[in-house]
């Protein structure tokens, strides 16, 4: 069990998949809401290797409009599943899908993109950012915030903007459009 930080769901707990994932941080949950702070309110949020859905419940918890989850793993989805009838929030859309193959599908752009794989995956950090210009998936003033520990490679030369986060062994790299 993990308890959402802030907001409309503040202390609420949602379950977490046993096996197939390491949420993220409460010390670092809050942050990522701080920072985005001025960009949640109605915005549109995308959740790439949702897990749990912290980051997009937390995200929905503070104001955002609406949040889509994408995960691969049938454990984490029915988790999500279970943590949005336990939230009875109706305002997401849950993707059981490889991240490429949801990107391919998806045709709104997004406000904030969450970017939280597994850290083994090192190559996409480099490929998603990409894949969200190249689809035009981001709104022009669009936050991607990508977790990771140790070092990665990440296209920055293609966003305005980039600023890192520090918390222990986890980073926030936080690229504006």
Known sequence: MLKLVSGKYRSRSI????????????MVRTAIGNALMED???ADVLDLFAGS???????????????????ASKEAIDVLRKNQATLKETNCDIIFADYKDALKRLKTPFDIVYLDPPYKMKEVYLEVPKMLLELN??????AVVLEYEGEIEAPV???????VYNYGRTHILLLRR
């Open 15 to 26: 379950d977490v998949p046993p096996s197939v994932t390491v949420p993220t941080k409460n």
């Open 40 to 42: 949640l309110r109605g």
């Open 53 to 71: 859905g912290a980051l997009g419940f937390e995200s929905l918890s503070r104001g955002a409009k609406h949040c889509t989850f994408v995960d």
């Open 137 to 142: 998936l981001l709104t022009p003033n669009a």
């Open 157 to 163: 030369d293609l966003y305005s903007f980039s600023k």
